[in-house]
């Protein structure tokens, strides 16, 4: 009886073993191709005359909205992580240092997924491994409230861009706003009762086969919710104004109402269109061009700040998040040969 005690106590901790050891090697892996993509879009990038010609042309004045784009780089990404510190609070106590590091890995696994979905891989892998079921739920809801406050801030600003540039709404664009707007009503209502469903589930037949995704969500009030939708809001606002910062910055000239109803309109559109995030700049500066572009001339400078703010606040981010990665990497292989060191 102790053998077999023993037998089944070996093979558990070998399955463990097995996939905290594959959980790490998505590290690498990501480390390779994040580092890969990087190098073939720097070689592939064929506006550096453009980008050349225009930083020659510029005036120092303008340097002040670079200074502020850089300036507000680490507030956007210390407030995605003090909301991911929020959000896993219930299920694990995590330091910001460790919530940072979690949300810099998700960039780099989200790079070459559809619409950074990938992002859940980065994340869960700083958590506990017995509470990774529960990292991915919470992963979702993250990007589902910030893709709420997109549209909720995104539709208003695209009836009103549409009202003032072509006089009238097209029918398929009404439905469109039609769609987005019953969706971010269900949303609004399941967000704020995901405590009470999550406490009807447990008393489901589902309830075994969820619970360990599910259960996290009863941790949470209404108050805890809205704090959540809050910080996504703000964070909304600071990457909107980098946006209008690096348009500023490559002279193009806005009327604070042009901005305030073409910038949104702009995330609106990529927010909601199918891509992959190492894709997302071509898709974020086409519809900068076809958006912002209604009210300036200065194409080229619009695509350009399409690509630089896309750089900054992605591209910086994703390499230092390979790197965390591959750090985790390593701490876990030491981990792992700890405990087959006890083991033996």
């Known amino acids: 009886m102790e053998s077999a005690g023993l037998s089944t106590s070996i093979t558990k901790k070998s399955g463990f073993l097995t996939s905290k050891s594959l959980s790490a090697d998505v590290g690498i892996l990501f480390f390779v191709l994040s580092f890969s993509f990087l190098g073939y879009k720097l070689l592939s ?16 004045s303008q340097l002040w909205w670079l200074v502020g ?5 680490p507030l956007n990404w210390y407030l995605e992580a003090l909301k991911w510190k929020m959000l896993t609070s219930g299920v694990q106590k995590i330091t910001l240092n460790e919530s940072i590091k979690a949300v810099l890995a998700g960039i780099s696994t989200g790079f070459f997924t559809p619409n950074r ?14 509470n990774r079921k529960s990292g991915v739920t919470l992963s979702i809801v993250n990007s589902l409230t910030q893709n709420a ?17 072509k006089g009238k709404l097209k029918p398929e664009l009404i439905y469109f706003v039609l769609i987005l707007l019953i969706s971010i009503l269900i949303f609004g209502l399941i967000f704020f009762s995901l405590p009470r469903w999550s406490r009807l589930l447990k008393k489901s037949r589902l309830s075994e086969k969820i619970n360990s995704f599910t259960d996290c969500l009863s941790a949470y009030n209404r108050k805890d919710l809205l704090r959540i939708m809050s910080i996504s809001l703000f964070r909304y606002i600071v990457f909107s104004t980098q946006f209008y910062f690096m348009l500023r910055f490559f002279s193009v000239e806005l009327t604070p109402w042009q901005a305030l109803i073409s910038i949104p309109t702009s995330y609106l559109f990529v ?3 199918p891509s992959l995030a190492f894709s997302e700049v071509a898709v974020r500066s086409s519809y900068a061009v076809l958006v912002v572009g209604v009210f300036s001339t200065s194409t080229v400078s619009i695509a350009l700040s399409g690509v630089c703010i896309w750089a900054l606040n992605f591209i910086i981010p994703m390499v230092a998040g390979s ?5 985790k990497r390593l701490s876990s292989i030491n981990g792992m040969e700890t405990e087959q060191n006890i083991q033996e």
Do not use: K
């Not at 979905?117 to 017995?130: P, Q, T």
């Not at 406050?149 to 540039?165: H, Q």
């Open 323 to 327: 790197v965390m990665l591959v750090r």
């Open 271 to 273: 927010t909601f269109t």
């Open 69 to 73: 784009v850089l300036t507000l780089i």
């Open 45 to 60: 990038f064929n506006q550096y005359d453009a980008l050349a010609t225009q930083w020659e042309q510029m005036p120092f």
């Open 149 to 165: 406050v997109m549209a909720m801030c995104g539709i208003p600003a695209c009836i009103l861009f549409f009202t003032v540039t």
């Open 117 to 130: 979905i990938g992002e859940l891989v980065g994340r869960v892998a700083f958590l506990d491994y017995g």
